[in-house]
């Protein structure tokens, strides 16, 4: 039998980096087939270039045994693959049967939409999914779920073939998971492809019949079902050797910096609490989603929580007030540096010391000479490679913006750096100045909280590891009892070890 | 002292981040010399432009649109605008009349509650926008009609003319041994205020970075919103002073005084190279515009040239100013990326 979707030997690099190398799937008619891999194992690449998002570098995609080549998502659309992501983007002021037909809807004399043949259609759609939505509500206001259904319902309406659900199940309650599997088993009885990505080793096994792993951008495995356990596919997925790239130095833990006492946001996490002694450097890990940016983001005081308290050196620390962070000595270089970290438009000087903005002036002023003085003492120390201290950091490479970051942050001589993806879409060469770094302050006494999505870094680096899995903290391992496996359970909530 | 780095010093003197100084200087360069071009062509060909009484005239227009550019400035950097300092000019020229008209007499008493008022107005759109998180736009047009309103509220169709002679002189009284009228040594003041708190301040660091990038200023420990409250306050408290000024030069507060203002002064700050999207441009191009608007409309009007032409050419110098510093910098941009510079990073986040 031919496979309705094939990708072989697919490659996909941005820049330097290979999202995708020797990538490869086979799904076939009537097939629910799970992909799985770690956070950057390249699976949102390969949905991506499936939905027509981006195009491969090298490689050959081919739907029933003909080659194809997506110009755009409506290309992949016409091809009948259909992506449901994790969240919808629906129009929210339009109502469901206009979000279904969008861009196609049925017209009747003098190209008037036939609002009446859509609505029915719609109703056809929703009976044969066996849901009840309104077609004429407003998607505003629409749960996740339902707008997820409302994705699969305009799927139907072109007759998709192939049927990608990236994290569907993410946002969604137990009994909404089933509902969504029902609807995704008739989808499948009824001979359509099924490609479902998700983090749930529950929903892969009682849903799907085989299983791809990815890693490092790479096709490692394709399986049946019955074949396989979970522990199997989590050493599959997590299985590489830990290269003595990451140079920490074991040093002895100091006073406790930084106290977080049952920290609760709704609807993002939920009663975390943990500490960071001076001198260690501690990893909080999980899936992408489970909510370590979101502590890191509350605690640094962007955003507000809703329990809980946050104390530095024991006092506590007023909530809502990155200023107040900083004046306590506490750093953030947040996880999106083009977004977050930096201003791009502005000079690598005015980056590296928008934080001392204050400190460096003298009288409330600023003359510019003291600024330039520190950014160009700091660009050496991290060793940014820039042609002036004046250009904008937009002109600079990805790990030279890190270092633009970091110089930032530094440059406040913090007791307590929380630091969000260190080495995210960086060189492997920048990676590892940034890993001696993060060791060189522990040894100095600073308390380091790494939030990562990368194992080898998080054991690699770090004296413990917390874990954090759907808002919550499900475990803290200490550095010698933490590997791949008893990471990666926790993370996926295999295993609620004591936190 | 790091002496040995890579780094070259960057030029000494401040007109704007630098990076894009050379961008701004360009734009700045370009208007002082269409500055000097339209003075000596209208000095050459048009009658009476050049004179003593001439400059007298353009200063004292534009002084008001001046001081209240210096505000709209800031604002316009940190990506917000407000149109309704027109109708605060006619909101303060309204109360400072009636409050003269109901026997309050003394000059320190009544500039100073023109002041706070005019911060208390610019407070009203600074707690929409900050408070409420409305966009400025909305906001500013919706208090461009209020605040005119509550002008006729308290005026009606009356104008309160019958100031202190002394008063009314003494707004536009002469440097001494010039014509040029002394109320614009305030201004200039008031520029150095302006120009040292945009250039040679945190705030006005901060300033840039919340026009470029409001998420990562909040992660650099910036109050983006308590700034831009400020800002809006000052803005009022400017255009307050505006209205004192417009009072006493025409010894007149009316409900409709300095109707249409707004758009002078956009006009100018727009025209002097800062962006309306915010996070770049910087004050000697508005200082340079509001000149250049003022020596033109003046020297044209002196030249018999219709108000309907003087309203397309300031629309079309306006839109010059919009297009204008794109081209400069898209061209600047051009000549930049002929050095390898994208990162892999830059794609992929796209």
Redesign the interface.
């Known amino acids: 039998m031919l496979p309705v979707l094939a990708l072989k030997s697919v490659d996909k690099s ?4 290979a ?1 995708l190398r020797d990538a490869r799937l086979e799904l076939y008619a009537g097939e629910a087939h799970a992909l799985v891999g770690e956070n950057g194992a390249g699976k949102s690449t390969l949905v991506k270039i499936l939905a027509g998002v981006h195009s491969p570098d090298a490689g050959i995609v081919s739907l029933e045994g003909q080659p194809v080549a997506f110009g755009s998502p409506a290309d992949a659309r016409a091809a009948g693959i259909a992506v449901i992501y994790q969240e919808p983007t629906l129009f929210p002021d339009l109502s469901v049967a206009e979000n279904i037909f969008m861009g196609r809807q049925p017209l009747k004399g003098l190209r008037r939409i036939d609002a009446s043949a859509m609505r029915e259609r719609t109703n056809e759609l929703f009976a044969r999914l066996g849901v009840r939505i309104d077609p004429d509500r407003p998607a505003r206001g629409l749960s996740i779920a339902d707008q997820q259904l409302v994705e699969i319902a305009k799927a139907l309406s072109f007759d998709a073939r192939v049927v990608v659900m990236d994290e569907p199940t993410a946002a969604l309650s137990g009994v909404e998971v089933e509902r969504l599997f029902a609807v995704a088993r008739s989808l499948r009885d009824n001979g359509a492809a099924i490609l479902f990505i998700s983090h749930r080793f529950d929903e892969v096994f009682s849903l799907c019949q085989r299983i791809t792993v990815m890693r490092d951008g790479r096709w490692i495995a394709t399986d049946e079902i019955g074949n396989l356990t979970v522990e199997g596919v989590v050493r599959t997925m997590v299985g590489r050797d830990i290269s003595a790239l990451f140079p920490k130095v074991p040093t002895e833990p100091g006073e406790v910096r930084l106290e977080v006492d049952g920290l609760t946001r709704h609807g993002y996490f939920e009663d975390v609490s943990f500490t960071v002694r001076g001198g260690e450097i501690v990893a909080l890990a999980g899936l992408v989603g489970a909510g370590r940016s979101e502590v890191a983001r509350a605690v ?1 005081g ?1 955003d507000r929580y809703d329990a809980g308290e946050v104390r530095v050196d024991g006092r506590r620390l007023r909530p809502g007030d ?2 107040a ?2 004046a306590a000595d506490l750093a ?1 270089v ?1 996880e ?1 540096r ?10 690598i ?2 980056n590296a ?3 001392r ?2 400190a ?2 003298r009288l ?5 000479a003291s600024e ?2 520190s ?3 700091w ?2 120390r991290l060793q940014v ?8 950091v ?5 790990g030279n ?1 890190q270092k633009v970051v970091l110089a ?1 942050w530094l440059s406040t001589a913090p007791r307590v750096l929380m630091i969000d993806e260190p080495t995210r ?2 060189d492997v060469g920048t990676k590892s100045e940034v890993h001696r770094l993060l060791s060189q302050l522990a040894a100095e006494g600073v308390a380091v909280l790494m939030v990562s999505s990368e194992l080898p870094e998080v054991l690699g680096m770090a004296d413990r590891v917390l874990v954090m899995h759907e808002g919550r903290l499900v475990a803290d391992i200490p550095r010698d009892q933490a590997d791949e496996e008893s990471v990666m359970f926790a993370a996926t909530g295999q295993r609620e070890a004591a936190a | ?2 002496t040995d ?6 030029r ?1 003197g ?1 007109a704007g ?5 050379r961008l701004l200087g360009s734009w700045d360069a370009i208007l002082i010399l269409a500055l000097l071009l339209v003075v000596l062509v209208a000095t050459a060909t048009i009658e009476g432009v050049g004179s003593p009484r001439f400059y007298r005239f353009v200063v004292l227009e534009a002084i008001p649109i001046a001081l209240i550019a210096l505000p709209m400035t800031l604002v316009i950097i940190t990506g917000e605008i407000d149109l309704s300092v027109a109708s605060t000019v006619g909101l303060t020229c309204s109360v400072l009349g009636q409050l003269w008209y109901l026997g309050v007499t003394s000059l320190p008493v009544l500039i100073v509650l023109s002041l706070l008022l005019g911060a208390v107005l610019g407070a009203v759109n600074g707690v929409f926008i900050t408070v409420f998180g409305l966009p400025s736009l909305a906001v500013t047009i919706g208090t461009l009609a209020l605040y005119r309103g509550l002008a006729y509220v308290v005026l009606g169709d009356r104008a309160i003319a019958d100031y202190p002679p002394a008063w009314t002189q003494n707004a536009v009284a002469p440097i001494p041994g010039t014509v040029i009228p002394w109320f614009v040594l305030v201004l200039a003041a008031l520029a150095v205020v302006f120009g ?1 708190v945009l250039y ?3 705030i ?3 300033l ?2 919340i026009g ?2 409001a ?9 983006v919103l308590r700034t831009k409250f400020w800002l809006f306050v000052a803005t009022g408290a400017m255009a307050a002073l505006a209205g004192v000024f417009w009072t006493f030069r025409f010894a007149s507060a009316r409900a409709d005084n300095a109707t249409g203002l707004e758009l002078a002064v956009v006009a100018a700050v727009l025209l002097g190279g800062v962006s309306i999207f915010g ?2 441009g910087g004050l000697v191009g508005v200082l340079a515009a509001v000149a250049l608007l003022g020596v033109l409309r003046n020297a044209l009007q002196l030249a018999d040239v219709p108000a309907n032409a003087l309203t397309i050419v300031t629309g079309t110098l306006l839109i010059l100013s919009v297009v204008g510093p794109n081209l400069v910098r898209m061209a600047r941009e051009r000549l ?1 990326r002929r ?1 390898p ?9 796209s």
């Open positions: 941005f820049g330097a980096v999202a640094f962007i990155p200023s962070a900083i953030l947040p999106d083009r977004q977050q970290g930096l201003v791009m438009e502005l000079s000087e005015r010391t928008l934080p903005r204050w460096l002036s409330g002023l600023l003359f510019g330039r003085r950014a160009a003492e660009a050496r490679k820039a042609a002036r201290n004046s250009d904008p937009s002109t600079l490479s990805g913006q930032k879409g960086i | 002292m790091a780095t890579l780094v070259k010093p960057a000494t401040s981040p630098p990076g894009w100084r040292v040679l301040t945190p006005g660091r901060s840039y970075a470029n990038n998420e990562a200023s909040t992660f650099a420990g910036i109050s996070g770049r930049r050095r510079v994208t990162t892999p990073l830059e794609r992929t986040s």
